[in-house]
């Protein structure tokens, strides 16, 4: 068996598009998506995420504004920008890219944004909502893994699924959209035992851990679809997943690569959430 590669490039392309058409049907009634983004500190990783994050809206059609501070900046500065950015009708979107400096405190910070300009998905208000079954935000990658799931036309209903890791920002989310997708969800974590025992009998594998190549073929089922959440930079410079692509996708049916996977539709669900968010003020 090889599996079906699930190319993340290609559908965040046929996504993009469909989302500029949209915002030019905006832009056509006077509105403009817009999103502001939030960077403190020099962190080089953090400062290629909002690059990239900007460099999409633009091409999108959408406003967006950067919003850059030294590391040592004091919280209420972030804090007065925050109110500032909740109270402009231009900005439809606001984040602040993690992780923040030591002296922030990082949940004060998101519980700042207000809920309906939330497009990472993290104010407690829309975690709640999402529980409920009722999102106004989607977090961003897992949004992107359902929108892979929904591409791909497969059905999750009944599915045995796992997801390698319990974040706020990947694990937690991941599960409940897949439990409100009817399948049968478990979450695994540094401290369940005998992993391999449950990601042999997955039908969904959705690995979000942080260790390079850490699942190997000898923990997959022959024919499960495998998410790989994430990114790994190896000795050499390289970049890999938590899946170790060249054994797993041997024995899977459906696997995404690292780089070229999740990584793409991340940023292309943020442009989705900032859009919705535009389009609900409109109406």
């Keep these: 068996m090889t599996a079906r590669i699930l190319d993340g490039n290609a559908l965040a392309q046929r996504l993009r598009a469909d989302f500029k058409t949209r915002a030019e049907a905006l832009a056509a009634r006077g509105t403009r998506p817009g999103l502001a983004v939030i960077l403190v500190g020099e962190d080089p990783a953090s400062q290629v995420y909002v690059r990239n994050k900007v460099n999409a809206c633009a091409q999108a059609g959408f406003h967006s504004e950067r919003i850059s501070y030294p590391r040592d900046v004091e919280p209420q500065v972030v804090f007065d920008k925050l109110a500032e950015l909740n ?19 990082s949940d004060a910070v998101l519980k700042a944004i207000a809920p309906a300009k939330d497009v990472d998905g993290f104010h407690a208000e829309n975690v709640g ?19 892979f799931f929904a591409d791909a036309g497969i059905d999750l209903r009944g599915k045995e ?21 009817s399948a049968t969800v478990t979450v695994c974590h540094s401290q369940t035992r005998d992993l391999a025992f449950h990601t042999r009998r997955a039908d969904v594998l959705v690995a979000a851990l942080g260790k390079a190549r850490f699942v190997t ?27 170790d692509f060249a054994g797993v996708s041997a024995i899977a049916a459906a696997i995404t690569p690292v780089p070229g996977g999740v990584g ?5 669900m943020l442009l989705a959430n900032t859009l919705e968010a535009a389009e609900r003020e409109v109406g």
């Design 87 to 105: 109270a402009d009708p231009a900005i439809h979107g606001i984040l602040v890219q993690l992780p923040l400096p030591k002296h922030f405190d």
């Design 129 to 147: 909502a999402l529980m409920q079954g009722h999102p106004r935000f989607i977090p961003c990658t897992p949004y992107g893994v359902m929108k």
């Design 161 to 181: 699924a796992v997801v390698l890791g319990r974040s706020n920002i990947v694990g937690k989310p991941m599960a409940m959209l897949l439990l409100q997708a």
């Design 217 to 243: 073929a000898d923990m997959v089922k022959p024919g499960a679809v495998v998410i790989d959440v994430g990114i790994n930079r190896l000795p050499d410079g390289k970049l890999c997943g938590d899946v």
């Design 264 to 268: 793409p539709m991340t940023i292309t």
